[in-house]
């Protein structure tokens, strides 16, 4: 049924005081039969790759990366790097993809040419191993923009997608899936709602970045994977497909990104 395409279990279980477990019921309990678990930092490795194992026999993949707002010095990186090679070969079928990675000149926590590197970086390294780099861009297109194009071709996803339709069209002309969170269903999100009727039905994602961007009628409340569904209603509502049409199209897509990673 649902897939949620980038969930992050571990901050989930802490928003919700509760376990990762309890999280994946009420997933469940949604009927989101797939999802995928995010990293975000180092530190958050091993509780992925153990999150991972323990439900190897579940639908739940894991992207691992460096998230613009961490710390990514070189030791980072390197930890990353070592850690992508050997599940590329212990758990090659859970691998998603390399991220979240990208630009973040909204906070800015860490410095520009640190944000830069560390995205170069995980760009290269998505490349060796043949993965999609998972993309974190925030009041940052254009300079995501250009480093990408810098490294094409090469696979990506542009997660929790927050620019116009012009944006979504370079990024799919690069040959880029675009993701759409539960901000897509906020009153005033007119440029993103734009985008969302405007690409191709074959360029698109949908999750949920929970704990983050809870979607109508929810918003407000913490978020989960099971909640993605309100986000794939409202997207069959605008662009006046069915659910189970949204639903197909979506799946097909997920499983096109899976395809091409071994
Ligand atoms: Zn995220």
New binding site residues.
Partial sequence: MFIDS???FDLCAEDHKTSAETIISLMEDNNVTTAVH?V?DTTGIQWGLDFINRHADKNIYIAMGI?PSSLADSEALHQLSVTIAHSKKTIPHKIFGIG?TGLDYYRMRQPKSMQIESFQFQIQLAKEHNLPVII?SRDAMDDTYSIVKEYAPMRGII??FSGNHIDARKFIDLGFFISFAGNVTYKSATNLQQAASYIPMDTMLLET?AP?LTPVPFRGKPNHPGLVQHTYNYIAALRKISLSNCIDNIAQNFSNVLKLNN
């Fill in positions: 980038h969930a992050h995010i975000i998230h979240e974190h997660h929790c970045d983050f």
